[in-house]
């Protein structure tokens, strides 16, 4: 009961900070502009966090990068996972049928092919194929991972609770494959598991953008994202000027721990359905 308590009181603090920390990407109390006489400053009641190396206060950059980099990251997570689970249920219900076999092996096929390319490796296919470097790139590549990823996952979990027993004793009684799926799998065996995997994919995306911009590709200046500031002010930071990297790092754990957070405390307040009914 007390780790419970402890977990729920971290994530909690955790979503509260990472609110807090996107709070200036839509106010004007803070300004975005370059001030070369402000470089790098440390934090003050001015700048929370101090500014960056054309003198832009850090805290609205960090806030931008959460905007415009982490957010359109998300939302291609879930639109992922939406059609991979929906091309599972598709094929898994026209199973039956030749027509739905042989889509089945093709894209088993390509989710195999696929799956086993690094997506650092698959986002710079995707930038020579749209003859630059940006965010359109990291998302396309990361969608279709995230796709192939869900469809292999739910399409594994129903293969494997097929020869269960409340799950033939359901089909007996006249009961539909969708309907066992949705009871006695998405609704309840299949539930923490597939909650934390969506947890994984959320967080790993961020952790991967930022790593991509980092290197060069994805958000490019002037726009904000981790992987640019943290490549802006590496040099600086070996020269003593290490606050803009510990403050950026930071703001990206909790950003890519946040979602996880949520996820967490969405599980801990949703009670598990039985198993075994019929």
Partial sequence: MARRRSLILLDSGIICLFACI?????????EDRINLRL?????????????????RDLL???????????????????????????LALMLVAKAHTQLGQILRHGV?????????IPLTL??????VVLEEADLRAVLLALG????????????????????????????????????RIWRYGIRSAWTQELALSLGHKLRAAVIVEA?????????????????????????????????VMAATLSV???????????????SMRQKPAPTTQR
């Fill in 252 to 266: 990206l754990m909790v950003t890519a721990a946040a979602p996880q957070a949520l996820i967490r405390l969405a």
């Fill in 144 to 179: 279709v991972s995230v796709i192939l990823q869900s469809y292999l996952q739910l399409a594994n979990h129903i293969e494997e609770s097929k020869r269960l027993g409340y799950w033939t004793a359901n089909e007996a009684l006249g009961g539909t494959l969708l309907g």
């Fill in 108 to 116: 088993n096929l390509v989710a195999s092919i696929v799956g086993a």
């Fill in 60 to 86: 609205v950059r960090l806030s931008r990068a959460i905007a415009d980099a982490a957010l359109p990251l998300w939302l291609t997570v879930l639109t992922g996972v939406s059609i991979g689970t929906l």
């Fill in 122 to 127: 698959a986002t710079f296919a995707m930038a």
């Fill in 22 to 30: 996107t709070v200036p990407r839509w106010t004007t109390w803070l």
């Fill in 211 to 243: 790593t991509l911009s980092y290197l060069g590709f994805g958000i490019q200046e002037p726009e904000a994202s981790f992987g640019n500031i943290l490549a802006a002010h590496f040099a600086a930071s070996l020269h003593g000027k290490w606050w």
């Fill in 39 to 55: 470089t790098q400053t440390l934090p003050s009641w001015t700048h929370p966090l101090g500014t960056d190396h054309l003198g």
